[in-house]
């Protein structure tokens, strides 16, 4: 079983910046594909972005495309995703999530078998 923390949500004015983290706790973190998603309140889960267990691959979605940036630290148990030019958009409560073991990269919220609790992203114009 492996626990997802998610750490570095906050409030941050339009084009500014935020850095989250996701820290797990399973060693083998390293065989795990990692997905950051979303949920604006009234709208579903979407994809954000994702990084396969090598690191040699990433995804985002469209929107957020050129801005945000996922990346790993295998030593570390942890994925990050840098949030640049900030968007009122953006506002939503992020979740990490982690896929076993070894696949390919995954942008479907049902092919995640662990989730964290969220953290929020408040953007305001």
């Known amino acids: 079983q492996v626990q997802l923390v998610e750490s570095g949500g906050g409030v941050v004015q339009a084009g500014g910046s935020l850095r989250l983290s996701c820290a797990a706790s399973?060693?083998?973190?390293?065989?795990?594909?990692m997905g950051w998603f979303r949920q604006a309140p009234g709208k579903e889960r979407e994809f954000v972005a994702g990084?396969?267990?090598?690191?040699?691959?990433?995804y985002y979605t469209g929107s957020v495309k050129g801005r945000f940036a996922i990346s790993r630290d295998n030593a570390k148990n942890t994925v990050y995703l840098q949030m640049n030019s900030l968007k009122p958009e953006d506002t939503a409560v992020y979740y990490c999530?982690?896929?076993?073991?070894?696949?390919?990269?995954?942008?479907?919220?049902?092919?995640?078998?662990?989730w964290g609790q969220g953290t929020q992203v408040t953007v305001s114009s």
């Open positions: 999530a982690a896929d076993c073991c070894l696949g390919p990269l995954r942008v479907g919220s049902h092919e995640y078998d662990y």
């Open positions: 399973e060693g083998t973190f390293s065989k795990y594909g």
């Open positions: 990084i396969d267990w090598s690191g040699g691959s990433t």
